[in-house]
């Protein structure tokens, strides 16, 4: 390519300062921007976590505002675009910084933001990793406000033409305390990181089992469509992958435990390689390994 023309591209790029964000229609009503299999870094921004718009009639519910002001201003911009009407609701599913950073363009609109219970502590929630993983022109004006309702029990709400049901989990999940959306009228459940498919999980700040008692309870609910916090997949299977992983860590963990594996050799005995081939298994499993032994091994004694 002629240097100059790359030259004007690249200037171009720079200044835009675009995520050029693109929502999926997933099912009638609502829309998801769907972010890359990827930690944060200088090539997403941020764009690296799923955020969801639900048609509530008279206006939109944003499930997870993502990583930055501009992420938030420019995904609304675009669902304007698609049908324009005002902003109802913002619910924040966890405290994870991917997924409510964009908090402060829905304040300076004056729109109600819900969060998970964690919130709570807001003054603890640190937006450093964000900051310094991304260009500094995306993370430009992101300030970290904390959402103003904070709901820590499970419960209905009506916001425009639209039942919800917001599930709380108290007990330390995928995050300390996680929130998920059920629209039964539409079959749709917005998981946040409870549900995660083609790509590792984190369980940094979770708990093993009581992930899987939460996804065993989101189960249970009767969506058609569920969207997790990171990966493609929207159908009947949208589950399959968090649930066996999970499962077969734990079995992994009991099973070493039963065998006095100890911590210096947990790491190689319950590698997973039937996962190798998916994103982030080499800068995650291990790491989760360790977590989940940390965690039985406190039981079991
Ligand atoms: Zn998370």
Same mark, same amino acid.
């Given at each position: 390519?002629?240097?100059?023309?790359?030259?004007? &591209? !690249?200037? $171009?790029?720079?200044?835009?300062? /675009?995520?050029?964000?693109?929502?999926?229609r997933v099912t009638p009503g609502l829309y998801c921007f769907f972010g890359a299999l990827k930690s944060p870094n200088t090539k997403n921004n941020g764009n690296m976590v799923n955020s969801c718009w639900l048609d509530a009639g008279s206006g939109w519910i944003v499930f997870d505002s993502g990583p930055t002001?501009?992420?938030?201003? /420019?995904?609304? /911009?675009t669902m304007q675009r698609i049908k324009r009407m005002p902003l109802l609701a913002v619910f924040n599913s966890h405290v994870h910084d991917d997924h409510w950073l964009g908090n402060g363009f829905y304040r300076e609109k004056g729109v109600p933001i819900y969060g998970s219970g964690a919130f709570k502590n807001h003054e603890k929630l640190d937006d450093s990793r964000m900051k310094s993983a991304i260009a500094p022109a995306f993370f430009k004006g992101t300030v970290p406000v904390p959402p103003d309702?904070?709901? %820590? =029990?499970?419960?209905?709400?009506?916001? @425009?033409?639209?039942?919800?049901?917001? $599930?709380?989990?108290?007990?330390?999940? =995928?995050?300390?305390?996680? &929130?998920a959306l059920f629209v039964p009228d539409?079959?749709? &459940?917005?998981?946040? #990181?409870?549900?995660?498919? #083609?790509?590792l999980p984190s369980l940094r700040d979770g708990s093993l089992k009581g992930w899987r008692k939460a996804v065993k309870r989101l189960? %249970?609910?009767?969506?058609? !469509?569920?969207? @997790?916090?990171? @990966?493609?997949? !929207? @159908?009947?299977?949208?589950?399959?992958? $968090?649930?066996?992983?999970?499962?077969?860590?734990? *079995?992994?963990?009991?099973?070493?435990?039963?065998?006095?594996?100890?911590?210096? *050799?947990?790491? %190689?005995?319950?590698?997973?390689? /039937?996962?190798?081939?998916?994103?982030m298994y080499d800068l995650l499993h291990g790491k989760n390994v360790i977590k989940a032994y940390e965690e039985l091994e406190w039981e079991s004694e």
């Amino acid at each position: 390519m002629n240097k100059l023309l790359l030259l004007c &591209l !690249t200037a $171009i790029v720079l200044w835009a300062q /675009e995520y050029g964000l693109e929502p999926v229609r997933v099912t009638p009503g609502l829309y998801c921007f769907f972010g890359a299999l990827k930690s944060p870094n200088t090539k997403n921004n941020g764009n690296m976590v799923n955020s969801c718009w639900l048609d509530a009639g008279s206006g939109w519910i944003v499930f997870d505002s993502g990583p930055t002001r501009l992420y938030a201003k /420019e995904s609304h /911009e675009t669902m304007q675009r698609i049908k324009r009407m005002p902003l109802l609701a913002v619910f924040n599913s966890h405290v994870h910084d991917d997924h409510w950073l964009g908090n402060g363009f829905y304040r300076e609109k004056g729109v109600p933001i819900y969060g998970s219970g964690a919130f709570k502590n807001h003054e603890k929630l640190d937006d450093s990793r964000m900051k310094s993983a991304i260009a500094p022109a995306f993370f430009k004006g992101t300030v970290p406000v904390p959402p103003d309702h904070i709901v %820590t =029990h499970s419960k209905h709400m009506k916001i @425009g033409g639209l039942e919800l049901e917001v $599930i709380v989990f108290n007990e330390p999940a =995928h995050s300390q305390s996680d &929130l998920a959306l059920f629209v039964p009228d539409k079959g749709v &459940l917005l998981a946040g #990181d409870l549900v995660f498919n #083609d790509r590792l999980p984190s369980l940094r700040d979770g708990s093993l089992k009581g992930w899987r008692k939460a996804v065993k309870r989101l189960r %249970t609910l009767h969506w058609r !469509t569920a969207v @997790g916090g990171h @990966g493609y997949k !929207t @159908g009947a299977d949208a589950l399959d992958f $968090i649930d066996a992983y999970l499962a077969k860590l734990q *079995q992994k963990i009991e099973k070493a435990l039963e065998e006095d594996i100890d911590m210096t *050799q947990i790491a %190689t005995y319950a590698a997973m390689p /039937e996962y190798g081939h998916m994103a982030m298994y080499d800068l995650l499993h291990g790491k989760n390994v360790i977590k989940a032994y940390e965690e039985l091994e406190w039981e079991s004694e």
